[in-house]
């Protein structure tokens, strides 16, 4: 009986220590498998969503219904300025979709993407926020989910790379991978936390990692040194806070806009500080948009490329209450660059539109507010 | 079977007759079973607590009491079933006849208010439009109306319980009186002994679900999971193992158990830690959906509290132990 109790446990630990070794494929010898390919055309809208923390306080209800009127005044909005054949072809999630959330959360959450992306002709593209994992469900759950998901793109091998969600979308002629391509749209798991040290009391917020920033620039010239990218990612990098800086204290001329009304919940760790815009700026990235700090929807151009986090969309865990009268200065300058004269929300989501191969595009921000008396809706270009 | 268990010598219910022994079963099988159903409705507490500090934290009050207000049924559900663990646990302690009546009744009406509360709030709540349907979903699809029969179903039982505590009597073992001595104190601890048995229950369950075993987090995924366990069995083992005993044989054991108590806490914290020193990115990546303490992804401080307890509630046990051996 117990030498059987001891070939069980010997069994189960091997089984667990072989789990443990599986290293998984080679993300440079697999560059091919991280590429979906969308049909590209000028005037190709992405429409961002982030931190749309459903959680179990949340009213699912309550936050589709506001979801449904956000998705219809940007189909109205596009269809108004670019004309009825018009739509949005790609919605970007950038993480925190989730937060002490359970199964029921992330299938009701997916349904109805897949039922709004059939309503409106578009695709989903999911990136983790650090809070996804933080739910009662198993993550690899929601991943499944998300890669049977018929409108929703995404792949997650098990591989060398830090984190899940890191894959590229890339728009060519055709939709297919025959043909050039004119846009590389990159996804990077910007992670969640860790401890410095095993004893750590606090964890730093994570960092893209430099061997995601190799993987990146393998795939940008896999696609065409020439071709333009933006990249989606979740947790703010360095960058932002440097250009920050330089803005705010170095009187930098650099072209900004927008709300900075708290910080950017990086690291702040110079050791921690991401390579990533650094290098992938010599690679033709144009744009790098993040979410995660929902009182600020700051944009700026650094060193050539533009910078933002997205629109925090929904009223879920926080947001920003817009005061025209406020005696703060942040709010005043915010205030002042969207040239909004009336009390609002911070809430709503944020439009790139791809305007030509040759990296050019707009980019505008939607605040949308549900009101008893008739929705507010300001859009604002960069 | 399980009555053969009752007769072994030592146990406090070794010398009882047929009836008492079937009453006695029934309050451990209660105790048991509404430990596990607080350890859920815990669980559900701390996530609504979590969100709601966390927009506090955030200074979005507002939007803290919208949860909170969305969220009453959830959290009054935790502490009206914890009213009925105390219900439970008074038949099982069984100090005496008289404490017995006096607690029992106090914690079954307790729970017959909460639940009273609960079901009146819904109704309430769903005619004021804040719900905008008896199935509004989230955090269940069945939500709020799943609260509202759990509530129903706890006052029968209340109701059940008055009635009995009326015309019948029970005779369950006794168990060792819980000293008075430091009434406040102990009382305190003994709650958080329990916050954190329930938190460990519960996380050692869902872990079992939602770690995610994957390259390179196996090692930290398995130490997750044994704290959490540790921290469970440190509640079980001296509430239904320790207490079950004669008053004679637990003052033999004390300081024994102590010392096991004391070496599966300081063995899985050690354990904990090298695991942790493995994967520094562990406690947000694999299993952090038991850790709503730690909302703000910034602190360790849930993990901390599991790993910790266990080691003072055995440094506790260890001390009392040597105490006895020592005016032995």
Redesign the interface.
Known sequence: MKKNLFCIVLAAVMLLSCAGCAGGQSSAEHLEDYVFTVQYHDNFNILQLTDIHWNVNTSTKASMNYLDKLLKEVDGHIKKTQGEGAKIDLVELTGDMFMLANSYHLSTFIDYFETKAEEYGFLYAPVWGNHDRHSLYNPNELANRFKKAAHCVYYEPTDDLYGRSNYIINLTEDGTKNTSVAWMIAHLDSGASFSETELSVFRDYDYIRPEQTDWFIAEHALAGENVPAIAYYHIPQDENEKAWVAVTEQNADMKNKFFKLEGFADNGNEKYASDFIDRAKDHNLKAAFMGHAHNVDWTVEYEGVVIGLGVKTGTELYYAHINVNSDDKAMQDGLRSVGITENFDLIGASLVTLTGKDGSFDLEHLYYNERENGDFSAWVKW | MVMKMFDQSDLVTSNLDEKQKKQSLIATVSVIVLFILSAFTF??FL??L???I??IV???AD?ALR??I??VP?ILSFFMTLAGLMVAHTFYRNESESKLRVRAKKHARIGIVIGAIIIAYVIIMRFAGT???LL??????LYPLDAVIYAAIFIVLGVIILIYLKKGSYAGASRPSIQTGGKFVRSFFRAIWLMIGLYGFCGFF?SI???????????YS?AMMLVSLVAFLTVAVWELFYNAFTAEKRRNITLPLAIVSLAVSVGSAFLY??A??AN??G???VG?????IA?S?????AT?LVVATPLIVSVVALVKGIIRLIKK
């Open positions: 669980m559900n996530y609504c979590s969100d709601c966390g927009s955030c200074a979005s939007v949860d909170a969305r969220s959830l719900y905008l349907s509004e979903g989230s955090p269940s699809p869902y679900f939602i770690v995610d075993f994957r390259n390179g987090y196996v090692p398995l830690f090298l942790l020193k520094l990115d406690p947000a990546n952090f959906g038991i850790l709503p909302f992804a910034s602190v360790n401080f901390l």
